[in-house]
């Protein structure tokens, strides 16, 4: 990885971001919260919540899951 990477690596990256692994491991637990009190979800998984503003295909998985939740599927 070069300089330029790096840096582009690190703008991208919020440092409370958890990564796609751990968003996913608790993501159905977040949109089960989300479908309750979004800012309820927010406050208990800033980490989450920050790694699904940066990472498209992981918000995409929670749209489908409160989807889900809602019954719309
Ligand atoms: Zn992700």
């Known amino acids: 990885m070069n300089a330029r990477e790096r840096l ?3 703008l ?3 440092p ?7 968003a996913m491991a608790v993501l159905h637990v977040y949109a089960d919260l989300v479908a309750h009190d979004a800012g ?10 920050a790694h ?3 990472c498209g ?3 995409e998985d929670l749209t ?10």
């Open 52 to 54: 699904l503003a940066a």
């Open 40 to 49: 309820a979800a927010t406050e208990r998984y800033p980490g989450v919540a």
């Open 57 to 59: 295909p992981c918000r």
């Open 64 to 73: 489908g899951l409160l989807a889900a939740l809602s019954g719309d599927v």
């Open 12 to 14: 991208r990256t919020d």
């Open 16 to 22: 409370r971001d958890v990564g796609c692994d751990e």
């Open 8 to 10: 582009a690596r690190f």
